[in-house]
């Protein structure tokens, strides 16, 4: 499980072939648990699928509320 682990988070998804972005803790201490990511118009559907694939595998992702 890579929940608040960004660096195996990121491990996995290069794992999987995808560069998929760079760890914010070490410019921004407060945001040790996210990560930047940035796709152009030149990345397939299937692409960012697999991008979302990759990270998600072991990840538990929230709902997004209902209704807002």
């Known amino acids: 499980d890579h929940e608040d ?3 195996g988070l990121l491990k ?3 794992d999987a072939g995808y560069f998929a972005g760079i760890p914010l803790g070490r410019w921004y201490p407060d ?7 940035c796709v152009t ?3 397939t559907r299937a692409e960012l ?3 979302i ?10 709902a997004a509320p ?3």
């Open 41 to 43: 118009e030149r990345r």
């Open 5 to 7: 682990d960004v660096d």
């Open 31 to 37: 945001l040790a648990d996210c990560l930047l990511i």
């Open 49 to 51: 699928d697999g991008l």
């Open 12 to 14: 996995t998804a290069l």
């Open 53 to 62: 694939a990759a990270l998600t595998a072991n990840v538990s992702v929230a």
């Open 66 to 68: 209902q209704g807002t």
